[in-house]
């Protein structure tokens, strides 16, 4: 069997392969479950002529909730009013990590949005308090997706505030916090307007993965009246592809959907590739969904456009000072669910490529179209604030 590797503020126990463990991982989706449903929610039918019975207790863990067995279903409800500042942190944290909350942007404006809240609803007893609970906060927000720059960034904007007093202090991350949903939603209709402009009436375009700066630019080509088709990728293990084209069709786009490894059969048809970013870095290498650097290549090679859909806030200021960008690997069960049956096999499961900047024409941000180039430029001209920080 495969088990999640556990991280910090997850739950009490410790990673092993007992019994007790996956006893809790499947509690755990449950009660997931139920918060994705609503708070009170019928989960499955309890077959053991147990109509009468009733049984209940309180969970002792995160999220606070209680489960019953009444009349032949087991109900869990989640305690909200029970829930303190930091659970609610905990539970977008959660949200990210099981990718239930995916996307760079949206894990972006989601951990905005989550430290926002969780400043206006946490009990500080001073400005040092506050201080010291958000970065606790912070930390644990940062900790949920090691790739992701937008996060960093974002939580960063929002913590970027000095104040004499702990009410300043409060408005202060609020401002920030709404500031950059604002901006984020702002940049992704610009990056739309900007980049749509590359593409022609009756063009065929190849989208990989799931990026809403990128079907921003699809979007508005299509709305301008130009006539598009689109190929998407299914985007394995994780199926993005497949939100993809659900998005796409409601908005009337035909789509075709292709497996993968087919991207490089259907380049010769394609007139312009065009994906989002989870991190880009000062000499333009684009770090995204795992994929992306085949379907550059077989770009390049087919002499295909290839364009960058991404907001200023996915440029990484840290690898101005020299830092490499971690890639995340995620658990094998996402590629091969049950691996027991092998005993020589180990799945290898890593969530994003590295595409080098000679492969990409250009990219689309909310500042203009750039040379993968001039990444250097967006980073000092709008990042460059991190910088002086992590050099003092
Ligand atoms: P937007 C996604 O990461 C994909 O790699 C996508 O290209 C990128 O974020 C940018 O998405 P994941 O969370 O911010 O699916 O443009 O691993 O929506």
């Known amino acids: 069997m495969n088990y999640r590797a556990l991280k910090d503020g997850d739950f009490p126990l410790r990673p092993s392969q007992s019994y007790m463990l996956n006893l809790w991982l499947f509690a755990k989706s449950l009660i997931k479950a139920c918060i994705a449903k609503g708070p009170l929610t019928r989960l499955f039918y309890y077959p053991l002529g147990t109509a009468r019975n009733r049984l209940s207790f309180s969970s002792r863990f995160y999220p606070p909730c209680s489960i019953r067995l009444e009349k032949g279903f087991i109900l869990i409800q989640l305690n909200k009013d029970q829930m303190k500042p930091m659970d609610q942190i905990l539970e977008t944290s959660a949200k990210i990590r099981s990718m239930e909350i995916r996307g760079a942007g949206r894990i972006a404006t989601a951990a905005a949005a989550s430290m926002r809240d969780f400043s206006m609803t946490l009990e500080a007893l001073s400005l040092e308090d506050f201080n010291l609970q958000m970065e606790k906060a912070a930390d644990i927000l940062l900790k949920t997706r090691p790739t992701a720059v937008s996060l960093s960034n974002a939580i960063r904007m929002v913590m970027k505030y000095r104040a004499e007093t702990l009410a300043s202090a409060r408005s202060a991350v609020v401002l920030n916090a709404n500031r950059f949903i604002e901006n984020s939603e702002k940049a992704l209709e610009r990056i739309g307007q ?90 333009g290498t684009l770090v995204n969904k795992i994929g992306t650097s085949q379907i550059a290549l077989s770009a390049h090679e087919a002499r295909t456009c290839f364009m960058v859909a991404a907001e200023t806030y996915k440029f990484s200021p840290r690898t101005i000072l020299g830092e490499l960008v971690t890639i995340e690997e995620r658990e094998a069960g996402e590629v091969l669910p049950d691996i027991s049956k092998y005993s020589h096999v180990r799945v290898r499961n890593p969530a994003f490529d590295v595409t080098p900047h000679q492969y990409i024409d250009l990219i689309s941000t909310e500042v203009g179209a750039i040379p993968p180039e001039m990444s250097y430029l967006i980073i000092r001209e709008r990042l460059g604030w991190e910088m002086e920080e992590d050099l003092i």
């Open 194 to 283: 900007i980049g749509s402009r590359r593409i022609r009436d009756g063009d065929t375009v190849l989208t990989h993965c799931n990026s809403l700066a990128a079907i921003s630019v699809i979007s508005t080509a299509h709305k301008s009246g130009k006539k598009i088709k689109v190929i998407a990728t299914e985007s394995r293990p994780r199926f993005q592809g497949i939100t993809t084209i659900g998005m796409l069709d409601r908005l009337g786009i035909e789509t075709e959907l292709i497996i993968d490894s087919a991207a490089r059969s259907v380049m010769n048809e394609v007139d312009l590739v065009v994906v989002g970013a989870d991190v880009i870095m000062v000499n």
